[in-house]
Structures are given as structure tokens and as C-alpha cells.
């Protein structure tokens, strides 16, 4: 049974960075399979994907426009984990984060528990 | 793109059937059979009821049927339960890195 414990802190000043992780057990970071998203959801946002990251032999992530420039994704193969990292923040950024397993067309079949994450403004 | 169009709420009784529909575009869900279907209880993850249009994750029940007309997709939730009570979001693929969401709908157990 795949599992998604996330991690990571709750508030962050506008303008800031802030960075969650998410650690992976009953499958691997690595696998050849499996990608691996960072979703969010607000009330005024609803869900949102925000990227992925994913191995074919090599890395590959993949941005959301609306906040490309701003986002990072990263494995972590020693933990068999991956983080997001959000740059200069905003209050509109302030919603529920989720990391989750599965890709675009054929949809996310294992979620972490969510985060909340404000910015203070 | 624009996020995809739900009704904002839905409602049945015990033993009835109710569907919600999910209204793109041809860039969407005219273009790909790449609708998922996500129940959110209050306070939780959403969970994947429905994928590639109609097809059921392992465990989902037979009662959650997923299909899609044209720009349309629908999904009907039959022999309703009160554990059915949630909110519901569809998303479709939408080409290159693009997801859309809709804006979810509220499904009330009477």
C-alpha cells in the first residue's frame, strides 16, 4: 500500500520561500512507473496541479504556468522522497498542498494528507 | 484554461441515483478520454473514484459510473448512500502539462 506522509512548515511571510516534502513508502521516488505531483487547493483557486517530477532513464520535471519560474520540484532518491519549494510567495498562494502519485491523463491514485500553508502578508 | 463546469450542488435520497455533469471544451475533455472523477470529504484528501472517463479504481464500488458526450462528462452515482455525501471535482487532461479541475459539487444525501 503506497503512503504519503508530507512535512513542512504551516506559515511563511509574503515574499518568502517555503519548502514541503513528501516521503514515499510502498513505492519508490525512482521508479520508472510512477510520477510524482504537487497539487494545491483553495477556495478561491480550487484544485490546482502544480508539477511533477518523475525517471525515464532520467529526471524530468514538469511546471504549471501559473506558477512556473517560481516552483521547484526535486527527488530525493536517498530518502526515496521529493519537495516542493515555492519562491516568492504571495497570499494567494496560502491553500492546502498535496503531494500525490499518478499523472495528467490518467489521474492521482494516492494523495498525502495535506498541508496548510498561509502567507502572511 | 478556464476551469471546468460543474453544478455548484446535487441532492438525493437514500436508494436513488444522481448524476453531475462536467462541461469543457473541445481542448478538454472533447479532446481526450482523460476525465478523472475525486470525492473530498470534509477535512480529507480527495480520493479517485473514477479515471480515464469510466473506469473504476480498484475498491471503488460499481455503484460510481463515469461517461462522457462530447464536451460533457457525467457521473452518476447510483443506489445513493449516506457515506456518499461529499463533494465531487472532475479534471480532464487538456494537452502538453495542462490539468483542469471544475469548481466541485457539493452532493447532499436527503
Known amino acids: 500500500q503506497v503512503q504519503l506522509q508530507q512535512s513542512g512548515p504551516g506559515l511563511v511571510k509574503s515574499s518568502q520561500t517555503f519548502s514541503l516534502t513528501c516521503a514515499i513508502s510502498g513505492d519508490s521516488v525512482s521508479s520508472n512507473s510512477a510520477i510524482w505531483n504537487w497539487i494545491r487547493q483553495s477556495p478561491s483557486r480550487g484544485l490546482e496541479w502544480l508539477g511533477r517530477?518523475?525517471?525515464?532513464?532520467?529526471?524530468?520535471?514538469d511546471y504549471a504556468v501559473s506558477v512556473k519560474g517560481r516552483i521547484t520540484i526535486n527527488p530525493d532518491t536517498s530518502k526515496n522522497q521529493f519537495s516542493l519549494q515555492l519562491n516568492s510567495v504571495i497570499p494567494e498562494d496560502t491553500a492546502v498542498y498535496y503531494c500525490a502519485r499518478g499523472s495528467l491523463n490518467h489521474g492521482f491514485d494516492y494523495w498525502g494528507l495535506g498541508t496548510l500553508v498561509t502567507v502572511s502578508s | 484554461q478556464s476551469a471546468l463546469t460543474q453544478p455548484p450542488s446535487a441532492s438525493g435520497s437514500p436508494g436513488q441515483s444522481v448524476t453531475i455533469s462536467c462541461t469543457g471544451t473541445?481542448?478538454?475533455?472533447?479532446?481526450?478520454?482523460?476525465v478523472s472523477w475525486y470525492q473530498q470529504h470534509p477535512g480529507k484528501a480527495p480520493k479517485l473514484m473514477i479515471f480515464d472517463v469510466s473506469k473504476r479504481p480498484s475498491g471503488v464500488p460499481d455503484r460510481f459510473s463515469g461517461s462522457k458526450f462530447g464536451n460533457t462528462a457525467s457521473l452518476t452515482v447510483s443506489g445513493l448512500q449516506a457515506e456518499d455525501e461529499a463533494d465531487y471535482y472532475c479534471?480532464?487532461?487538456?494537452?502538453?502539462?495542462?490539468?483542469?479541475f471544475g469548481g466541485g459539487t457539493k452532493l447532499t444525501v436527503l
Open positions: 517530477t518523475y525517471y525515464r532513464s532520467k529526471w524530468s520535471n
Open positions: 473541445s481542448s478538454d475533455v472533447g479532446a481526450y478520454n482523460s
Open positions: 479534471s480532464s487532461y487538456a494537452g502538453g502539462s495542462n490539468l483542469v
